[in-house]
């Protein structure tokens, strides 16, 4: 059982930062960020395993980083020129298997989500 905790979300302006940080309770193979917005299936945002091989859904691509600290087990987030239509609940996720496609069902473990509100 792996237990994630996400931290990090809040309001802020269109164009600017925020950073998300997702606590695991061991060390996975696989984790990756998610988001859903209100009344939309959820999506993955970005990807990393634990060889540190990453991949970015194509709308975050050279806003947002994906990053990892092993020593910590910690996920990291970092969105930079946000836009309005992030605005959604982001959710860490994690497999103790190899990364698969970026895709809910490829994940066992969730955190309980942290909101970011992007205003225009």
């Known amino acids: 059982q792996v237990q994630l905790e996400e931290s990090g979300g809040g309001s802020v302006q269109a164009g600017g930062s925020l950073r998300l940080s997702c606590a695991a309770s061991?060390?996975?193979?696989?984790m990756a960020w998610f988001r859903q917005a209100s009344g939309n299936r959820r999506e993955g945002v970005a990807v990393i395993d634990s060889d540190g091989i990453i991949s970015y859904t194509d709308s975050v691509k050279g806003r947002f980083t994906i990053s990892q600290d092993n020593a910590s087990n910690t996920l990291y987030l970092q969105m930079n020129s946000l836009k309005f239509e992030d605005t959604a609940m982001y959710y860490c996720a994690a497999d103790l298997s190899r990364c698969g496609t970026l895709y809910p069902q490829n994940f066992a473990y969730w955190g309980q989500g942290t909101q970011v509100t992007i205003s225009s």
């Open positions: 061991t060390s996975t193979h696989c």
